[in-house]
């Protein structure tokens, strides 16, 4: 019995420190804790929008907008965001990147937001992802469509990437794809 070695397998030893770490939450590791750190932010939730809604990009800018408040408003009426409100802020990026820059310096020094949410083109990406995340207390939803390989703390890209895209080799990817999935042969869109 004395000789009776276990072998300490990787299942085994995680499971043990699974069971120690719990320990350690549930006795000493609680008196550390407060309870009153775990919503430690108080009131509204301060969302920037950072979009084109003049210059070349106007267009699709102003329906960002747009769209922001609509959802804003609905889950304000609802209660906020985890018993929260949001405040939204919108910058005009003005399809123009030496403007978005202050303006964005605006929404992180002055207006204090805990989220920025913009950027049509990659450019005003690339123009304003510094000046957002370089404190490290910002984060950053880019939600177009982009090119990948982004990997930057506090950046989140949420739009698909070119591989992501049907048939991304020619221009007529997506039509064949359509057409296979229907099973038809000719399709309105060509």
């Given at each position: 019995?004395?000789?009776?070695?276990?072998?300490?397998?990787?299942?085994?030893?995680?499971?043990?420190?699974?069971?120690?770490?719990?320990?350690?939450?549930?006795?000493p590791g609680s008196w550390v804790i407060r309870p009153d750190w775990?919503?430690?932010?108080?009131?509204?939730?301060?969302?920037?929008?950072?979009?084109?809604?003049?210059?070349?990009?106007?267009?699709?800018?102003?329906?960002?907008?747009?769209?922001?408040?609509?959802?804003?408003?609905?889950?304000?009426?609802?209660?906020?965001?985890?018993?929260?409100?949001?405040?939204?802020?919108?910058?005009?990026?003005?399809?123009?990147?030496?403007?978005?820059?202050?303006?964005?310096?605006?929404?992180?020094?002055?207006?204090?937001?805990?989220?920025?949410?913009?950027?049509?083109?990659?450019?005003?990406?690339?123009?304003?992802?510094?000046?957002?995340?370089?404190?490290?207390?910002?984060?950053?939803?880019?939600?177009?469509?982009?090119?990948g390989r982004e990997c930057t703390p506090y950046?989140?890209?949420?739009?698909?990437?070119?591989?992501?895209?049907?048939?991304?080799?020619?221009?007529?990817?997506?039509?064949?794809?359509?057409?296979?999935?229907?099973?038809?042969?000719?399709?309105?869109?060509?």
């Amino acid at each position: 019995m004395l000789n009776d070695h276990r072998q300490l397998s990787r299942r085994r030893f995680l499971g043990n420190f699974a069971f120690v770490s719990a320990a350690i939450a549930a006795g000493p590791g609680s008196w550390v804790i407060r309870p009153d750190w775990a919503n430690a932010a108080e009131g509204p939730i301060r969302i920037g929008i950072a979009t084109d809604l003049t210059g070349a990009l106007g267009f699709a800018g102003n329906t960002d907008a747009n769209v922001a408040r609509m959802v804003a408003s609905e889950i304000n009426e609802n209660g906020g965001l985890l018993g929260r409100p949001i405040d939204l802020l919108i910058e005009d990026t003005a399809s123009n990147e030496s403007v978005a820059v202050g303006n964005v310096r605006k929404l992180i020094q002055r207006d204090k937001v805990d989220l920025v949410l913009g950027g049509i083109a990659s450019s005003m990406r690339n123009a304003i992802k510094d000046i957002i995340i370089s404190r490290g207390k910002t984060l950053y939803i880019y939600p177009q469509a982009y090119e990948g390989r982004e990997c930057t703390p506090y950046l989140f890209c949420t739009g698909p990437v070119p591989a992501q895209n049907c048939g991304v080799e020619d221009d007529t990817g997506c039509l064949r794809c359509v057409q296979s999935y229907r099973g038809a042969a000719r399709s309105h869109f060509a």
